[in-house]
């Protein structure tokens, strides 16, 4: 379960590059160096280990890989789940709590860029039940 955190001041903004494992995927995503990052333990990250850094849209930028790009969705059909058709990684996607914006796997980023990384464990298998904790990610 997500447990409540203080709203983290402000930091200055940088952006930062990341990619599938092939490199046919590439995307920038303006981020602070002080990341609160999302630890799901859903059936989807759990088994893919996806640490989810939540942005808006305006905050993405998709440089490369449209065209090897593949969407999957299940259940509810409101997460968009993009991976990349060559390697088969999920750099990113549009989340079902945030469909105006996009969860990055902070694992396709260079981590040695952030000053300060936390990360909060979410209960995705209840989702239900704990989306509500979710909205705190919202943009500031």
Known sequence: MATK???AAKTAMQWHRGGCHCGGVAFEV???DEVELVDCNCSMCAKTGYLHLIVPKSQFKLLRGEDVLTTYTFNTGAAKHMFCEVCGIKSFYVPRSH??????NFRCLNA???????TTEFDGQQWEL???ELAQLEPN
């Open 5 to 7: 955190r203080k709203k």
């Open 30 to 32: 303006q981020a602070p």
């Open 130 to 132: 704990h989306a509500g």
């Open 112 to 118: 040695s860029e952030f000053k300060s990384i936390m």
């Open 99 to 104: 469909p105006d914006g996009y969860s990055v």
